[in-house]
């Protein structure tokens, strides 16, 4: 406990804040022993300048007394003691470490009277000032204030302010000579501040560095460069060649405010301790804190707060119709807070409204998620996919329609609509489903009574052409018995006119001829009996299907046409060759079935040679 610093603020304060702190403190150890004795104001009456002062401020501080009582432990404690060393501010300016400022006044439409007036107030021995030597006398010389060098910075270049620098305070250069030779007009000095006359607005300097307080006696005083001037005074001579620069972008464009290091640094300066910074909230004076008092759990808190207010702003929208703007605050207030709870639910309203019931069951389903308790996402989600089952139901999509009243009941067993649109939908596949087996057995009957009579008519059309064909047999065997009894009258009344010998030399010519053209007919019969058989099996006999034999009718008449010409043609070629040989008709059989070529051309010879005998 600081003892002195509470005998302080007792004896300013007086007897009205040793009752309240007796009051407040009256549980702590610290206060009982130090309220007893040391903490009692002096008796009999204050003294007169004491009195004064506090006459002259008027202070109306009760509020201010009751602060300090709740407060005193905290106020009085001897960690709040810095334990920073009281260096120079000139020799600290480094731009690199924080970010220097021009005087905040300067960005402010203060006027030079108020500015003036509190300049003499915050002043005080041994600050520093730098100004320029406005005129030299005998007694010394006046200089004008441009900035401050140490202590509080002010904006006073335009100010006017003038600080006499008498001449037993300007230090002497040679043993021999005028001090004051030394300095000329306009030259830039750095003095202290000696002694100040705030009501008349005067003040004296000194170059002596005993006018400084013990942490700044290593400063130099006396003529300086341009170069030396103050940080803070260089920026806020560019400042006031660009009038329209803001504090904040001042700010951002220094080169200390982009430090990573700077609250290190700042914090050593100040001397304040980062592990266990002072405060005046009981909250932080703990060491075990909750985690809803960090600063994740207390920026969503906040961010709720403020999604919470567009949403609002969004429902006041959408119930005048304003569907666009409050489509737009619900937008805005996810991008504060991605996952609020109450924008996506009115958000995914609005979806529903518009018709875009995808999205909106993705905005009630991520609430959901969210919050799984929230009563009107829950019910809007169901609603939402009940109705968007009916869609797919009218696209004839109904394992998917069937899937969604499914999720419907999954999420509210009770919600009596999808339990009745999910009923009616299975009556309705069940009768699909029959009308459909129906269906297809009727559709099977029918394509068996198409076969049955395609195969009929197949059946009808074979014995036609089986009857045309031993018809065509007949006919053909009666014409070549004609023929043949024509040509033997002719043969035989050539034969009596020619000689015999002449006869016996044709006949042996015409028996060489006619076994070369028998044995010819036999191959070119046979060749062609094994391209029937593989025409046979290149063409099948078609299926009993009216398709197929619809498709294949032509090929199979073609096939018989082929079928009857074939015996036909070989017939008619071996009654040809027979006809110069023998006046009777005989019979050539092929090589499947008759006799032998040879064995016939000997017996028709054996004829002929009986005849002529």
Known sequence: ??????????????????SLLRSEQQDNPHFRSLLGSAAEPARGPPPQ????????????????????????????????????PATSEVNEDNEDGYAIMPPLEQFMEI???????????????????????????????????????????????????????PLRDVPSHSNHGDPLSYYQTGDIIRAGIKDIDRYHEKLAVSLYSSSLPPHLSGIKLGVISSEELPLYYRKSIELNSNSLESYENVMQSSLGFANPGVVEFLLGKLGIDESNPPSLMRGL??????????????????????????????????????????????????EIDKQNVEALVARGALYA?????????????????????????????????????????????????????????????????????????????????????????????????????????????????????????????????VSSADESGSSSSSSSSSGHKRHKKHRRNRSESSRSSKRHLANKASSSQIDQNRKDEFFPVPTNTLA?????????????????????????????????????????PDDFGGKDNHEVADN??????????
């Open 1 to 18: 406990m600081d003892r002195d610093l509470l005998r302080q603020s007792l004896n300013y304060h007086g007897p009205s804040l040793l």
């Open 49 to 84: 300048q004491q009195l004064q002062g506090r006459k002259e401020k008027r202070v109306d501080n009760i509020e201010i007394q009751k602060f300090i009582s709740k407060k005193a432990d905290l106020l009085f404690a001897l960690s709040w003691k810095s334990d920073a």
């Open 111 to 165: 006027p030079s009277m108020d500015r003036r007036e509190l300049f003499f107030r915050d002043i005080e021995r041994g600050d520093i000032v730098i100004g320029r030597i406005s005129s030299i006398r005998e007694f010394g010389f006046f200089m004008v204030l441009i900035c401050l060098g140490s202590g509080i910075i002010r904006d006073i270049s335009h100010l006017e302010i003038t600080a006499l620098c």
């Open 285 to 334: 004076q703990s060491k075990n804190f909750s985690e809803d008092d960090f600063a994740s759990a207390l920026r969503k808190k906040q961010s709720a707060s403020w999604a919470l207010k567009c949403v609002k702003i969004g429902v006041d929208y959408f119930k005048v119709g304003r569907h666009v703007d409050a489509m737009n605050e619900y937008n805005k207030a996810l």
């Open 353 to 481: 409204t518009k018709g875009s019931l995808n999205k909106a069951i993705e905005d009630f389903e991520l609430a959901l998620e969210n919050c799984p308790t929230h009563r009107n996402a829950r019910k809007y989600l169901c609603q939402t996919l009940v109705e968007r089952g009916g869609q797919l139901e009218e696209e004839e999509k109904f394992l998917n329609a069937e899937s969604y009243y499914k999720k419907a009941l999954a999420l509210d067993e009770t919600f009596k609509d999808a339990e009745d649109a999910l009923q009616k939908l299975h009556k309705y596949m069940q009768k699909s489903l029959e009308l459909r087996e129906k269906q297809a057995e009727k559709e099977e009957k029918q394509k068996t009574k198409k076969i049955e009579t395609s195969a009929e008519k197949l059946r009808k059309l074979l014995k036609e052409e089986k009857r045309l064909k031993k018809k065509r047999r007949k006919s053909t065997s009666s014409s070549s018995s």
């Open 548 to 588: 197929s034999f619809l498709n294949q009718k032509q090929e199979v008449e073609k096939l018989l046409e082929k079928q009857d010409r074939l015996p036909y043609q070989k017939k008619q070629v071996k009654e040809k060759d027979r006809c110069p040989v023998s006046s009777s008709s005989v019979e050539i």
């Open 604 to 613: 028709s010879q054996t004829s002929e040679q009986s005849r002529f005998t």
